[in-house]
């Protein structure tokens, strides 16, 4: 399972202040901050090279508002709307994606670099969904490529609140 979770809006260095759950080293997670409409980092949000992996667009965003209005809404929950929407192409686009290391990859390695994020976030730039979903589905990659895993799933099991995640098959 594939969770794209938010940075969060403190302006803080998430490598020394972890934000949860974008920090957790897990390779399913891919953390997301928020960037303006001048490809820089929205003053609110979080960062960090270790712990946010990638920005997407966060700020003055057109959203739904409780009572069945519209209006503009900015943070990094906005960006992981953005970020979730190319993560849900790919897998309609590719249903031989099982594994979320395999999204994660194709976004990492089809993003937009901007010298500005390069200490900021682990990818250095922002989600480019075009070039994204072009990519052939045996484009090489820092792991040397993808496999397609016919008939596998792979599963995180939580046998309670208390609990830690305990076992990745």
Known sequence: ILLV????????????????????NLKNILSVAAIDEKNQLAEFSNYGKKNVDIAGPGVKIWSSLPGNKYGYLSG???ATAYLTGVAA????QNPGLHDPEQVI???????????????K????GIANTQKSLSLQAETNSLNGGFTQHHGIMKNWF???????????K
């Not at 192409?89 to 309609?92: C, K, Y």
């Not at 990859?105 to 200490?119: A, D, F, G, Y």
């Open 5 to 24: 979770a938010a940075a969060g809006n403190e302006q803080s260095f998430a490598d020394k202040k972890p934000y949860y759950p974008a920090s957790y």
């Open 121 to 124: 976030t682990q990818f250095s």
């Open 105 to 119: 990859q194709r976004i990492q390695i089809s993003r937009k670099k901007v010298q500005k994020l390069e200490e």
């Open 89 to 92: 192409l790919l897998l309609q």
């Open 76 to 78: 990094t929950s906005q």
């Open 158 to 168: 939580l046998l309670n609140s208390k609990d830690s995640i305990l076992n990745f």
